[in-house]
């Protein structure tokens, strides 16, 4: 979930490692830097989109027809949604872009249903 909100503001990539041997205790774990390179956000309402974000992922293990349920009212509205936007009901939310997260929740609210 926080990629997908990321991915509003910016594109995230690795940036390179970050040694143990920085760290006081040193870790059992490796790390590394990352890079945002800066972006506009697609169109949309960001609040609809990021609450969209969070009602998919608090679902994540089901498809979004199920997952999304609560938010469209049922999951026959979820997946009318779902396929008005183009997006595969049968889908999970790990499998969107952010840009199709804001395509949903535009589709959503141009039906004049609450996000």
Do not use: C, H
């Amino acid at each position: 979930m926080p990629s997908v909100k990321l991915a509003w503001y910016a594109a995230a990539r690795r940036a390179g490692p970050v040694p143990r041997a920085v760290f006081w205790p040193v870790p059992n774990v490796d790390s590394g830097l990352l890079a945002f390179d800066r972006r506009d956000p697609p169109p949309g309402d960001r609040t609809a989109v990021f609450r969209l974000v969070d009602a998919a992922f608090a679902q994540r293990r089901k498809a979004l027809r199920s997952g999304l349920a609560g938010w469209a009212g049922s999951p026959a509205a979820a997946e009318s949604a779902l396929r008005a936007a183009g997006i595969d009901p049968l889908a999970r939310a790990e499998t969107l872009a952010v840009t199709d997260f804001a395509r949903l929740a535009a589709t959503r609210a141009s039906a004049g249903s609450p996000s």
